[in-house]
């Protein structure tokens, strides 16, 4: 048989129930789902911007946020090709490309990556390092080349160092490559060859490359 206190404790824990339920349908009736996807509408995107703003092709940007708030975009330009026109083909660029958004405007197009006696950069991955550092993987003709930067002075060729070759044999795909920062700044690369070792392979740097 139960006592007094024991039934008061039952009591306590069935009300207890009843306004955690009913707490929870008054928290429910409130949340309009309308109401939360017009404010989502709310959110007015800004014009398209043109970054490269050239007469020859680019083509294939890849974009990042270091941990200063600044965005990075890099692309692959055809410098010195022909003027593209409406509707042509794309093509195959020569040169790196990079501009930053502070948040208000953007910095000039610069060119900062080209390897002499390689006719093609494209194909661009980047990532941020813990340390701020940009490290970047792209494809040439048939190799897979690396470089890394601050990315306090990313704008600048000379920040960036000698491009190096990574791997050979590219496949040539559009998302043939693409490189990974570890939290411990570890550089991990997957990338994709053709030829008679064709596949998928990783290799990784501890040392920044």
């Not at 610069?110 to 991955?125: M, R």
């Not at 980047?126 to 340390?131: E, F, G, K």
Request: net charge negative.
């Amino acid at each position: 048989m139960m006592t007094d206190l024991e039934l008061t404790k039952d009591m306590m824990k069935v009300w207890g129930t009843r306004i955690a339920i009913s707490l929870t349908l008054v928290m429910l009736a409130l949340y309009d789902p309308y109401v939360a996807a017009a404010s989502l509408d709310s959110i007015v995107w800004s014009a398209p911007q043109n970054l490269s703003n050239t007469p020859q092709l680019s083509t294939h940007p890849a974009i990042v946020a270091d941990g200063y708030g600044y965005v990075h975009v890099f692309w692959s330009e055809e410098v010195g090709g022909r003027v593209r026109q409406p509707g042509d083909l794309g093509g195959a660029g020569n040169t790196i490309m990079h501009t930053r958004w502070d948040g208000l405007s953007w910095t000039p197009p610069t060119d900062i990556l080209f390897v002499p006696d390689e006719q093609i950069a494209e194909f661009v991955s980047v990532d941020v390092a813990p340390d701020n550092w940009l490290h970047l993987v792209w494809t040439a003709q048939s190799h897979f080349y690396y470089s890394t930067a601050p990315s306090w002075g990313a704008e600048s060729a000379r920040s960036w160092r000698e491009p190096v070759i990574i791997a050979t044999d590219s496949a040539r795909s559009r998302n043939e490559s693409s490189i990974a920062v570890a939290p411990n700044g570890d550089l991990h690369v997957i990338y994709a060859t053709r030829g008679d070792d064709a596949g998928v392979f990783h290799i990784y740097s501890s040392d920044d490359g």
